[in-house]
């Protein structure tokens, strides 16, 4: 059986019968190659360096099997030249190690662009913790299991610095804080910024009306939104919507608690539907704009042919199945795509200053959110939006050329340290140590 094919939970038991508590894949710049931490572990750096659409030159991968709860956790680290990697830590289901470590690659990726769009001074990373490893019976074992990340990223001596993703709350966020000092997102009594999907909202708010005010089809007020997933962010993005006078929301979601949030929004037309997972019919509702809200990769071949509305604008991060294939048939079909890495920044900017302290209606928070600040969401969705259309690019490649050329200016003051550390942990042999 090939590494690559094999479930999380199985991958943990080959690793323990190995001895193998902790492992590395660290991208060798000299070498041009992947350094894998043991022989065993060969074949994924084998299948990484083969591949050409989610890995690149990500600088480290560091997987452990939690001590304690026996959970398959890990950091992925795109790129620090302007920074720490930051994003958050996400705990998912996967069916096989492949689709394990291609999530995490995609995601830190998307986290180097997204943070340098944004302007923050921080490189990209993303954590991934499998579902269905280790034993997670009860809330203490859950706590235990967030803590013993805590624990991961304090070895990892703070090239990564978590946050919250999905299936990650702000609880959990509290139990990481207790282990390491390289988190954000930790609740407000801790002094923290706390949960970030309202900001995001907003952002994703303001990704809309720029691209109304692009095609000159006014404001949101009277408008048709349809939106998939009805969650941490759909839910705050649906009073959002409504204050600004959207006529009527058409949400989906497959968690029949949500059919709570019909009746919620006074002067709102708003229809829940309780869907089945992998329903993705909400993307083809008539509509003046759709939000993708709920999980990655759901533009693609088979669902982008149906859709109605002339504007995609939501926070789920990876929207496009296929980057390099799906955003053109978008473009092909005269639909406007506002990349999600451009429009859902506002989850890491409200947390990126926790370490400056506090302050309610924070200035520089507010800036990417207004119109006056010329690399707010408004105005650079504006700019790609403008840019696209004067050059035939399509607009995911417009922001991925911006993004690329800005995550590899250095940090002004610590240059690309986060690489240093890596090399400090290959060295120290990270992968051995307990
Ligand atoms: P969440 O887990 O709170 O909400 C997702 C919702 O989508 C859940 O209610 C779930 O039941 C539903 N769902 C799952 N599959 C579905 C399907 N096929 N059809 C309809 N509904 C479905 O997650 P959250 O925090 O709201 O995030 C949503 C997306 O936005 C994720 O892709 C996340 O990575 C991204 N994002 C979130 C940020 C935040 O601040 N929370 C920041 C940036 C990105």
Same mark, same amino acid.
């Given at each position: 059986?090939?590494?690559?094919?094999?479930?999380? $939970?199985?991958?943990?038991?080959?690793?323990?019968?190995?001895?193998?508590?902790?492992?590395?894949?660290?991208? &060798?710049?000299?070498?041009?190659?992947?350094?894998?931490?043991?022989?065993?572990?060969?074949?994924?750096? /084998?299948?990484? %360096?083969?591949?050409?659409?989610?890995?690149?030159?990500? %600088?480290?991968?560091?997987?452990?099997?939690?001590?304690?709860? /026996?959970?398959?956790?890990?950091? *992925?680290?795109?790129?620090?030249? #302007?920074?720490?990697?930051?994003?958050?830590?996400? @705990?998912?289901?996967?069916?096989?190690?492949?689709? *394990?470590?291609?999530?995490?690659?995609?995601?830190?990726?998307?986290?180097?662009?997204? =943070?340098?769009?944004?302007?923050?001074?921080?490189?990209? /990373?993303?954590?991934?913790?499998?579902?269905?490893?280790?034993?997670?019976?009860?809330?203490?074992?859950?706590?235990?299991?967030?803590?013993?990340?805590?624990?991961?990223?304090?070895?990892?001596?703070?090239?990564?610095?978590? $946050?919250?993703?999905?299936?990650?709350?702000?609880?959990?966020?509290?139990?990481?804080?207790?282990?390491?000092?390289?988190?954000?997102?930790?609740?407000?009594?801790?002094?923290?910024?706390? =949960?970030?999907?309202?900001?995001?909202?907003?952002?994703?708010?303001?990704?809309?009306?720029?691209?109304?005010?692009?095609?000159?089809?006014?404001?949101?007020?009277?408008?048709?939104?349809?939106?998939?997933?009805?969650?941490?962010?759909? %839910?705050?993005?649906?009073?959002?919507?409504?204050?600004?006078?959207?006529?009527?929301?058409?949400?989906? &979601?497959?968690?029949?608690?949500?059919?709570?949030?019909?009746? #919620?929004?006074?002067?709102?037309?708003?229809?829940?539907?309780?869907?089945?997972?992998?329903?993705?019919?909400?993307?083809?509702?008539?509509?003046?704009?759709?939000?993708?809200?709920?999980?990655?990769?759901?533009?693609?071949?088979?669902?982008?042919?149906?859709?109605?509305?002339?504007?995609?604008?939501?926070?789920?991060?990876?929207?496009?199945?296929?980057?390099?294939?799906?955003?053109?048939?978008?473009?092909?079909? /005269?639909?406007?795509?506002?990349?999600? *890495?451009?429009?859902?920044?506002?989850?890491?900017?409200?947390?990126?200053?926790?370490? @400056?302290?506090?302050?309610? &209606?924070?200035?520089?928070?507010?800036?990417?959110?207004?119109?006056?600040?010329? =690399?707010?969401?408004? =105005?650079?969705?504006?700019?790609?939006?403008?840019? +696209?259309?004067?050059?035939? #690019?399509?607009?995911?490649?417009?922001?991925?050329?911006?993004?690329?050329?800005?995550?590899?200016?250095?940090?002004?003051?610590?240059?690309?340290?986060?690489?240093?550390?890596?090399?400090?942990?290959?060295?120290?042999?990270? +992968?051995? +140590?307990?």
């Amino acid at each position: 059986m090939e590494l690559r094919t094999l479930s999380p $939970a199985d991958l943990c038991e080959l690793l323990a019968r190995h001895g193998i508590r902790r492992f590395f894949l660290v991208w &060798d710049e000299e070498a041009g190659r992947i350094q894998a931490s043991h022989p065993l572990l060969e074949p994924l750096a /084998g299948l990484l %360096e083969e591949d050409q659409r989610d890995f690149d030159r990500h %600088e480290g991968v560091f997987v452990q099997i939690a001590q304690r709860t /026996g959970v398959l956790q890990s950091a *992925f680290v795109h790129r620090t030249c #302007r920074g720490q990697g930051a994003g958050g830590t996400r @705990y998912w289901r996967y069916d096989t190690v492949e689709d *394990f470590l291609r999530d995490g690659l995609r995601l830190a990726r998307g986290m180097t662009h997204k =943070n340098a769009l944004a302007g923050l001074w921080w490189g990209g /990373g993303k954590g991934v913790m499998a579902r269905g490893t280790g034993q997670v019976t009860d809330l203490e074992v859950r706590r235990l299991m967030y803590e013993e990340y805590g624990e991961l990223i304090t070895s990892l001596q703070g090239c990564y610095v978590t $946050a919250e993703d999905v299936g990650t709350s702000v609880e959990d966020m509290a139990a990481i804080f207790r282990r390491t000092r390289f988190t954000t997102c930790i609740p407000p009594e801790l002094g923290g910024s706390g =949960n970030p999907s309202g900001p995001t909202a907003l952002g994703v708010v303001r990704g809309m009306e720029a691209a109304l005010r692009h095609l000159g089809r006014g404001t949101l007020a009277g408008k048709t939104v349809a939106v998939q997933g009805l969650g941490h962010v759909g %839910e705050p993005l649906v009073g959002f919507l409504a204050e600004r006078g959207v006529r009527r929301v058409v949400g989906s &979601d497959i968690d029949p608690g949500r059919r709570e949030l019909a009746g #919620r929004f006074p002067g709102l037309d708003l229809e829940v539907r309780i869907v089945e997972r992998g329903d993705n019919s909400v993307l083809a509702e008539p509509a003046d704009i759709v939000a993708p809200c709920a999980t990655g990769g759901i533009l693609n071949s088979r669902t982008i042919p149906g859709i109605q509305a002339p504007i995609v604008c939501g926070a789920a991060n990876n929207q496009l199945e296929d980057p390099e294939r799906d955003d053109a048939i978008l473009q092909e079909r /005269g639909i406007l795509y506002l990349p999600d *890495f451009l429009v859902n920044r506002m989850g890491i900017v409200n947390c990126a200053d926790e370490q @400056y302290g506090y302050l309610e &209606d924070d200035p520089r928070i507010e800036s990417h959110l207004g119109d006056t600040w010329d =690399n707010s969401v408004f =105005n650079l969705s504006l700019k790609v939006l403008e840019e +696209a259309e004067r050059s035939g #690019r399509t607009t995911a490649r417009v922001a991925l050329d911006l993004a690329e050329e800005r995550s590899r200016e250095l940090h002004p003051i610590w240059g690309h340290r986060g690489a240093a550390i890596i090399r400090s942990l290959v060295q120290t042999g990270w +992968a051995g +140590a307990d």
